[in-house]
């Protein structure tokens, strides 16, 4: 990529940030839609899980393919491919006659939204080549997750109660239609000096891995254990598979040395335990603000602004404060407000207090806006730029799967809570368990953050950006690629 001048680099970041935006709102969005699609289109708990499911588990089982594709044949290709299924997408789940069509759509959603994120990393890793800078333009895109969270739930709920909840995937268009246009005149072209080659097998392996884990959780509840073994025994078998394939190969999908690198393997699982906490959390409170308060999803959607507003506010903060000081101070404060959050819904009953409601809201948000900036610093910045897109992959796919994990979960929890019971009622007990777990989702970030991110833990990041950029290193041999 050749060099930019800093008002160019500006606006390649504002179009990357675009994509993250449609991405990002669309979640929120639909979570404040939730109740009034349940009525609608007259799912179950599993049915809803799979309206979010459905979408974030396409995304995770095709980053790391979009990232080296994009490294491959050029990630402007990828980036404006990626806006247009997008688009596409979008408009046919605002026309979903039912259900299964829905949730047919969103996959087609997400294997655009696949192509934006992590290629949109890739492109912000080779445009800001200064640490201190790219650290500040990675607080931006985390800023934009808070827009998001902001924005979403405020204008989902607008257009649910004046409009209906089709009308969400109606907020895409304009955006992705203006972000392909910039793309088009604005983005330089840019790929790896030395294309890597398509690795079928391992894509297929992390397929059958996600589907059959998640499908195994969600299902659980009204299938039974029995009913989901084979699923969760294909998870189990793919797993094997790709730890056995993959270094085996000469350009695997996922190069597992990448995972040598400490802060790297610690930013990813980070990565999962902060994205499952974001969407059990969503999914908890759009629930109970809805079925057991009774609001509707224009007050749900202002309910959601004590979290939303300090995530937005702590993200840029975030971001200088990695740019400064290192990843584990931000890691080691989000993991802090996290885990007491939640521990005041497990413990105290937050959500029945309006007071404690909205405390619990804005540790979250603060948490959560701490959280972003420094795991995808640590996980794109120990890397060669040659394989950005690939790392940048790994990283996005760490948070979707988190995010689709958290769903899976919390929503299992509830179903098999509430089964039988009043709903409203028993929602209250019937997520405790949930809490819990997200409490120790924020325990894991802490823990993380303070023991993957110091002296000894960068040096074992240099040396694994060394191997990998090194023409010397001895590939692993084994099967052909």
């Known amino acids: 990529m050749p060099e930019l001048s800093h008002r160019r680099r500006l606006l390649v970041l504002a179009i990357c940030c ?44 095709l980053l790391m393919l979009a990232g080296s594709t994009a490294d491959r ?52 890793t080779n445009t800001f080549t200064d640490p201190r800078e790219r650290a500040r333009a990675i607080g931006v895109w985390g800023a934009v997750v808070g827009i998001s969270m902001a924005a979403g739930p405020l ?44 690795d079928p097998v391992g894509q297929l392996m992390v397929i059958a891995l996600f589907g059959s884990l998640t499908y195994a959780i969600i299902e659980a509840p009204d299938s039974g254990v029995a009913a989901v073994l084979p699923f969760a025994l294909v998870a189990a078998a793919a797993l094997g598979g790709l730890l056995w394939y993959e270094p085996r190969r000469d350009e695997p999908l996922i190069d597992l040395r990448f995972f040598r690198s400490v802060p790297f393997s610690g930013a990813t699982v980070t990565a999962i335990a902060a994205f499952a906490s974001l969407g059990g959390f969503l999914f908890l409170s759009t629930l109970y603000l809805q079925n057991v308060r009774g609001y509707d999803a224009l007050h749900a959607g202002l309910w959601m602004l004590p979290m939303a507003v300090p995530m937005f506010l702590c993200a840029p903060v975030s971001g200088r404060l990695v740019g400064s000081r290192g990843p584990r101070l931000s890691l080691m404060v989000a993991g802090v407000a996290m885990t007491v959050s939640a521990v005041l819904f497990a413990a105290f009953d937050a959500e029945t207090s309006n007071t404690t409601l909205f405390v619990g809201y804005v540790l979250f948000g603060v948490g959560f806006g701490f959280v972003n900036a420094p795991i995808t610093n640590t996980a794109v910045s120990g890397m060669p730029r ?8 790994v990283a996005s796919t760490s948070r979707q799967l988190g995010q689709t994990l958290g769903v899976a979960v919390i929503g299992a929890v509830l179903a098999s809570g509430v089964e039988g019971s009043s709903y409203r009622s028993a929602f209250v007990s019937a997520s405790v368990p949930g809490w819990w777990v997200l409490v120790g989702c924020g325990v894991a970030v802490f823990t993380l953050g303070a023991v993957t991110t110091g002296p000894w833990a960068r040096g074992t990041a240099e ?6 950029s090194s023409a010397e290193v001895r590939q692993p041999t084994g099967v052909s690629a």
């Open 18 to 61: 675009m994509s993250l935006l449609i991405v990002s709102i669309d979640v929120t969005a639909l979570n404040v839609a939730l109740p009034d699609m349940q009525r609608e289109l007259h799912a179950s708990t599993s049915g809803l899980q799979w309206t979010i499911d459905a979408y974030t588990l396409v995304l995770a089982s």
């Open 73 to 124: 044949i050029g990630r402007k290709r990828v980036f404006m491919t990626g806006l247009v299924l997008f688009v596409v997408g979008s408009l046919l789940c605002s026309l979903a006659p039912n259900l299964d069509s829905l949730v047919a759509f969103r996959m087609i959603q997400a294997v655009g939204g696949s192509m934006l994120n992590p290629v949109a990393m890739s492109i912000i």
């Open 386 to 393: 040659a394989q950005a897109g690939v790392a940048a992959a």
């Open 463 to 468: 040396r694994t950006a060394e191997k990998l």
């Open 155 to 198: 204008a989902g709920g607008l257009l649910v109660e004046s409009v209906g909840w089709r009308s969400i995937f109606w907020v895409n268009l304009p955006v992705g239609l203006t972000a392909l246009l910039l793309t088009l005149r604005f983005v330089p072209e840019s790929r790896a000096p030395r294309a890597r080659r398509p």
